[in-house]
Nanobody, 114 residues
Framework: QVQLVESGGGLVQAGGSLRLSCAAS???????MAWYRQAPGKQRELVAS???????NYADSVKGRFTISRDNAQNTVYLQMNSLKPEDTAVYYC?????????WGQGTQVTVSS
């Protein structure tokens, strides 16, 4: 079991940047980690993922703008978001998969104004 706490969301103008953090309550050394987002009226979607070996994967809509990274010593995963667009507005959730079970944080709101 693991608890995840996201932080770093907020209001930013289009073209701006934000850095989200996800702090885990235990070691994530061997866990694949991911960021998802859910906009109002839409399904939750995968934004970016990173394996224990630091292989990364991104949604087409964020490629070249977002970067996922992990600091295993700090049990933390980051999402650097640059060149933000209004369509990036959503609640962003951190995800950790342990075995077949998914764990989620409470989410952090990102709002991008035009």
């Amino acid at each position: 079991q693991v608890q995840l706490v996201e932080s770093g969301g907020g209001l930013v103008q289009a073209g701006g940047s934000l850095r989200l953090s996800c702090a885990a309550s235990r070691s994530i050394l061997f866990n694949p980690m991911a960021w998802y987002r859910q906009a109002p009226g839409k399904q939750r979607e995968l934004v970016a993922s990173i394996t224990s070996r630091r292989n990364t994967n991104y949604a087409d809509s964020v490629k070249g703008r977002f970067t996922i990274s992990r600091d295993n010593a700090q049990n933390t995963v980051y999402l650097q978001m640059n060149s933000l667009k209004p369509e990036d507005t959503a609640v962003y959730y951190c995800n950790s998969k342990i075995g077949s079970r998914d764990y989620w944080g409470q989410g952090t709101q990102v709002t991008v104004s035009s």
